[in-house]
């Protein structure tokens, strides 16, 4: 008798075809956690258009790690500053890709259709829009039909409710650079396939730039003293790729539970 499995999948996904509203921004940009100041710049880098994975340029993949993107190694990475706990964590996850992948089994949190978050949501061959106005940044994810707010001359509540995607703001830096400063998740997103937790304490650091017309490089860091013992790096590079239409994924338990039943092997009866 087939074991009770609760599962979903994955898919979403938006199809957001305006060009970003590129103005000047007026006010001063917001600090970011850190207190630190941000250098302005009055010049906006034109992030219009479709954003896809370079996967020639290295970078993380599956896992943030950038010496193990294949999962490899995982939970043994040498350029991942565990606490111990979080090492155990990740390695009593069951994972649903990779080389000790159990799809069946996997208690990754999208196979309830729940949020993929950041950074895991780069992790998927789809692509990513950006909707520049003078308020705010929208990036429009194509996977998972999802979207997050950059606040741009805003600062962070002081107390923010932990949330799937956190609470963001963002400045331009050096005419080439959106930076966006989140805190205020809540614990429940994987930040990999590769299962790395993190706490509700964790600050992200994201720096989307411009390199050239066709090329986007993102920089990563991890700031999570629950979970890490120092802050961490990582990258990955996008090419513009505008050819297509967007595919509107829909996650739900009935359709995971149909593939489970369909493709994966019948356990046999007890």
């Not at 208690?107 to 950041?118: A, D, F, H, K, S």
Request: proline content about 9%.
């Amino acid at each position: 008798m087939r074991k009770p499995l609760v599962i979903s999948a994955i898919v979403l996904f938006a199809v957001i075809a305006s060009r970003p509203i590129l103005q000047a921004q007026t006010a001063a940009p917001a600090k970011a956690a850190t207190n630190s100041s941000p250098a302005a710049s009055s010049k906006i880098p034109d992030l219009s258009g479709a954003w896809a994975r370079d996967g020639k340029r290295g970078g993380f993949g599956a896992s943030l790690s950038p010496s193990d993107p294949g999962m490899k190694k995982r939970g043994n990475e040498d350029d991942i500053p565990y606490q111990p706990w979080a090492r155990e964590k990740t390695l009593s996850e069951i994972t649903s890709t990779g080389p000790q992948a159990q799809f069946e089994r996997s208690t990754n949190p999208q196979m309830w259709c729940e949020p993929v978050g950041i950074p895991a949501v780069y992790g998927w061959p789809a692509k990513t829009k950006f909707g520049q106005t003078p308020d705010a940044v929208y990036i429009l994810y194509e996977y998972g039909v999802s979207y997050r707010i950059v606040r741009l001359n805003s600062k962070h509540p002081d107390d923010p409710d932990p949330q799937w995607w956190g609470d963001s703001i963002g400045w331009y830096e050096n005419g080439d650079t959106l930076v966006v400063d989140t805190v205020g998740f809540n614990d429940r997103t994987w930040l990999d396939e590769a299962a790395h937790p993190h706490t509700e304490k964790m600050h992200l650091i994201e720096r989307y730039q411009k390199v050239d017309d066709n090329t986007l490089r993102l920089d990563m860091t991890i700031d999570d003293p629950g979970a890490y013992t120092k802050p961490w790096s990582m990258f990955k590079y996008f090419t513009k790729d505008d050819k297509g239409t967007w595919y509107q994924w829909a996650c739900t338990v009935r359709e995971v539970q149909g593939f489970l039943n369909n493709v994966l092997p019948a356990e046999p009866n007890k």
